[in-house]
């Protein structure tokens, strides 16, 4: 019989194409939209009643004759539960992800939706999970319908990290947008298609697509939706430094921010890097207005407050739950002397250098090339004898400049670590000391030297000697080490050394900027791949910001001390972050007492820095002078009158130093007294107002252990061969029917690799609710116990049974009912049509006695009966009188059926007004639930007291 959606109104059941549908609001009179019962907004079918069948169907109580035993009753009741993809909470989104979001990480979301456009930027330290806070509103968003696509725009280097983040946690599947991947997407374009207008959710290399022949096509089909992350290499700062990939970069973001209505998130750990200039202009990306508005007004404040959440660890310690979060950081130092050989090439090169920098030959121009050249130098030999040799072998970078400023500029970018290095893919190149132009006396002296280095390599390294003893310690204590070093020369001595040292227990892995981004992280997954082998990583900074190395490494080696105290805290940001199960994480800095370099940065910076962070609970990022500060020492030290054995930084800098440790204490009062200008502290009180659904909502999802058990038991249940192995099991895919593998991602594997820990191994899966493996057999546990067709072998879940226990002392029959909920909600745009929507909630529901005479258990006696124990069998001749004269009066319950559905839809209202006025908007008569009954009765089950 055909008919028309005239007929049906949004939440009714109908029956199409072999099985049941629900109506959803966007149907016709000639269309029906329709959705799987159970199912989610991605299963959509759209059907045109006048071509095909549609007729209204219900939704028929359990057949008596069908009953199962207690564990196939609890197959069916988690299989709904894990299955359902159709809630109608508030947080639309949180039904699909594999990560259970931590309630600090839930105040970002509340403030983007207080926003109609959202412009946010995400300051928190490194480590707490920006990722998944920045994630977490762009799949809200998406769930809502308040966007179409996402694009993230990250360092090359972070890309492959972004996907794998976007697609396991958040269920996004997103493209990635790289050199080495635009030719395959172009391949499915069609006519005049860009990759912008084909993929719905990009990841995109910042670098590569801020060309501007690139830009271009980017910002005329970019997304409605964009991320950008390490936001702060973005902007620009009143000195205009970074040369013109930043001023690209800059460009890029900025064009994006123009378009008012785009929702834009802005993720750093360092969003003041010291420059006031360059945070205006940051968040100036969201609001014009914040460029100049004194932020010291009251007005000023609430409109940064809008826009701008930072937390510090400390201010998330009460939040942790048992979120996995290192306790401390364990920070020392180790010092070490040079000697022999080493000692006295050193002393050679410094008397060098000051002879060089006081060469009056050549004017200005040549004379600041060469101070810059001899502390590149100076700053290559304390890292390593190979990073010497390659500086003094290779032509120095301001070696061409026409005058003193472009000398200084291109010597400064070469030798400190500034935060606005033109790009972190050069940051670990070795400067280079060569300033002349043709062979000549000074080239063959520095030659010299550079043999004399290279020699050292056979001989004695007290720097190198006191790493391997370090690393051994560590490796004792537990501790998985990852090594930083300033230059690619200086990891690969070190790399080569540890693996001699450490013998086959271990495997060395090297990882520098002579690696392409893409393959960085494959070579750390080989690298920890070995279960048998614990890993030890030695780095340069390619690694330091963003990459996520918590899951393998426990303790972090300053080889070479950062000219920048922040590179520091980045370095220790890469194990010392939210997912370390490590209750402590260790940190060493390595440094010489007689190089006078590291004297210099130790002194001036990074135990300032320590000292501040120990006080303050927070790290302040340094002056932005500090730069000149190091420069004005490392000169009066070269400049200096004494003998080099002579030469310490006792007496030189003295007031630049004191001014600049000033500047830094008055910074950190600053900081101290702005944590409680922003918004968190004001939204981490209203997250109280919602933490009923949040407790609501990971209560119906299933807790981890609760989705790890029933993969394992419906498995095992169809046929499967169930091995633990690890944290999960495996499971053979061989003998499971054949419509459940038709539901697997195409090319599964033999056996299954399940896994509780994020992240997985390569090649197996989470075990999670969004996982594929695990939703296909909630799919088809559900759909083939409704199924009476399907052979009994087939379908282990049942719908009704019968059980004895000493958990009741009256017959007690437990209902599994599926609710739908008719939801109208307001959207952000003022002009725009409200939102409707049909949910479905699950719920356990039981009574003692018979149907007409039922007395309603409350939830937690409800509760406790899930967990009771059968004592005793019920031989199927019994049990199937009993259910079929339960199950034939059960319409005598319908009256409480109706009232418990108009009691959630008033629950679920008011869950959602208390969550919207929580976050700023007033929608009290914009939000309207109805029930649409009848109920659907799934299961039920009986329960008996054990016979006397």
């Not at 290399?205 to 060309?211: A, E, L, N, V, W």
Request: glycine share 6%; aromatic share 6%.
């Amino acid at each position: 019989m055909t008919v028309t959606a005239a007929r049906y109104e949004p939440g009714t059941l109908v029956r199409a194409r072999g099985r049941e549908w629900v109506v959803l609001p966007e149907s016709e009179p000639e269309l029906l939209v329709l959705r799987p019962l159970g199912g989610s907004d991605d299963e959509r079918a759209a059907v045109l009643p006048d071509l095909e069948d549609v007729a209204s169907a219900t939704f028929a109580y359990p057949d008596p004759s069908d009953a199962g035993n207690a564990s196939r009753a609890a197959l069916l009741r988690t299989a709904l539960r894990i299955g359902f993809r159709s809630t109608g909470g508030p947080f639309r989104s949180l039904g699909g992800l594999a990560v259970e979001p931590r309630p600090y990480q839930l105040v970002p979301l509340l403030m983007a939706l207080r926003q109609d456009t959202v412009r946010l930027l995400i300051a928190d330290d490194v480590g707490i999970g920006k990722t998944v806070e920045s994630g977490l509103i762009a799949a809200e968003l998406l769930a809502q319908g308040d966007a179409n696509g996402l694009a993230v725009l990250c360092s090359p280097a972070l890309a492959e990290q972004w996907q794998r983040e976007l697609a396991e946690k958040f269920g996004i599947a997103a493209e990635l947008v790289l050199p080495g991947t635009v030719r395959r997407l172009e391949r499915d374009l069609v006519g005049a298609q860009s990759i912008f207008d084909r993929y719905r959710h990009v990841v995109v290399s910042t670098d590569y697509i801020k060309r501007p022949e690139l830009r271009d096509q980017f910002l005329r089909g970019a997304p409605d939706l964009v991320i950008v992350d390490e936001a702060h290499s973005c902007v620009l700062d009143d000195s205009n430094s970074g040369g013109r990939s930043r001023m690209l970069r800059h460009e890029l973001v900025r064009r994006l921010a123009a378009r008012t209505d785009r929702h834009l998130i802005l993720v750093t750990a360092t969003p003041h890097s010291g420059k006031d200039a360059g945070f205006r202009n940051l968040v100036g990306l969201l609001d014009p207005r914040l460029e100049t508005i004194d932020l010291d007004l009251v007005e000023g404040r609430e409109l940064l407050a809008r826009h701008f959440v930072q937390r510090r660890r400390v201010d998330i310690r009460s939040f942790l739950e048992d979120t996995p979060f290192p306790e401390d950081r364990d920070s020392t130092e180790r010092a070490y002397r040079l000697t022999g050989d080493y000692r006295s090439l050193f002393d050679d090169v410094v008397a060098y250098a000051r002879q060089t920098v006081r060469d009056p030959i050549g004017g200005q121009v040549r004379q600041r090339v060469r101070y810059w050249s001899a502390l590149a130098l100076l700053r290559a030999l304390a890292s390593s004898p190979q990073a010497a040799a390659a500086t003094l072998r290779t032509r120095a970078a301001n070696a061409d400049a026409t005058d003193a400023a472009e000398a200084d500029a291109l010597g400064r970018a070469a030798v400190l670590d500034l935060p606005d290095d033109e790009t972190q893919e050069s940051v670990d190149l070795v400067p280079g000391a060569d300033t002349e132009a043709s062979a000549g006396p000074e080239r063959r002296r520095l030659l010299a030297f550079a043999r004399r280095a290279e020699a050292l390599a056979a001989k004695g390294d007290a720097k190198l000697d006191l790493l391997v003893k370090e690393v051994k310690a560590l490796l004792g204590d537990g501790f998985n080490p990852v090594v930083f070093c300033r230059y690619i020369d200086t990891a690969e001595y070190v790399a080569d050394r540890l693996t001699a040292a450490l013998g086959k227990a271990f495997t060395v892995g090297c990882v520098t900027g002579a690696l392409p981004p893409e393959e960085r992280m494959e070579r750390i997954r080989e690298l920890t791949g070995d279960p048998k082998r614990r890993p030890v990583l030695v780095a340069t900074d390619c690694l330091s910001e963003g990459v996520n190395l918590q899951e393998h490494f426990q303790a972090v080696v300053h080889y070479d001390l950062a000219w920048n105290p922040t590179r520091h805290e980045q370095r220790e940001g890469r194990v010392d972050r939210f997912g370390q199960r490590a209750p402590k994480v260790r940190a060493v800095m390595i440094y010489g007492t007689d190089n006078r370099i590291d004297e210099i940065v130790l002194r001036v910076l990074l135990r300032k820095h320590e000292q501040i962070r120990r006080a303050l609970g927070v790290s302040v990022p340094v002056p932005d002078r500090s730069d000149d500060v190091l420069q004005t020492i490392a000169q009066e030290l070269l400049l200096a009158p004494d003998t080099p054995e002579q030469l310490t930084i006792e007496g030189l800098g003295v007031a630049h130093r004191e001014e600049l440790h000033r500047e830094w204490d008055s910074a950190a009062q600053r900081e101290k007294k702005s944590r409680t200008k922003y918004a968190q502290r004001a939204i981490a009180a209203q997250l109280e107002e919602v933490k009923p659904e949040l407790a609501e909502i990971r209560a119906s999802l299933g807790a981890p252990d609760e989705v790890a058990e029933f993969a394992r038991a419906g498995f095992a249940a169809l046929g499967a061969d169930v091995v633990a192995n690890g944290d999960g099991f495996d499971a053979t895919t061989g003998m499971l029917p054949l419509p459940l593998r038709d539901a697997f991602p195409a090319g599964y594997p033999a056996t299954l690799a399940l896994r509780r820990e994020l992240p997985t191994p390569a090649r197996a899966a989470h075990l999670d609710r969004t996982d594929p493996y695990v939703a296909a057999l909630a799919r088809y546990l559900l759909e083939s116990a409704l199924d009476r067709t399907v052979p009994a072998d087939q379908r282990p879940a049942r719908r009704a049974g019968v059980m004895r226990t000493s958990a009741v002392a009256k017959r007690t029959t437990l209902l599994l009912v599926r609710f739908r909920l008719h939801l109208t909600l307001p959207t952000r745009a003022a002009d725009a049509e409200p939102r409707r929507m049909v949910a479905e909630e699950a719920r356990l529901l039981a009574f003692r006695g018979a149907p007409a005479a039922a007395e309603w258990l409350p939830d937690g006696e409800v509760a406790a009966l899930l967990a009771a124990t059968p004592s005793g069998n019920v031989l199927p001749e019994a049990a199937t009188p009993l259910l079929e004269r339960v199950i034939g009066r059960l319409d005598a319950v319908t009256p409480h059926l109706d009232a418990t559905a108009d009691g959630l839809a008033e629950a679920l209202r008011g869950a959602h007004i208390r969550v919207r006025e929580a976050a700023g908007q007033r929608v009290r008569r914009q939000v309207a639930v109805t029930a649409q009954k009848p109920a659907d009765v799934l299961g039920v089950y009986v329960y008996l007291p054990e016979a006397n």
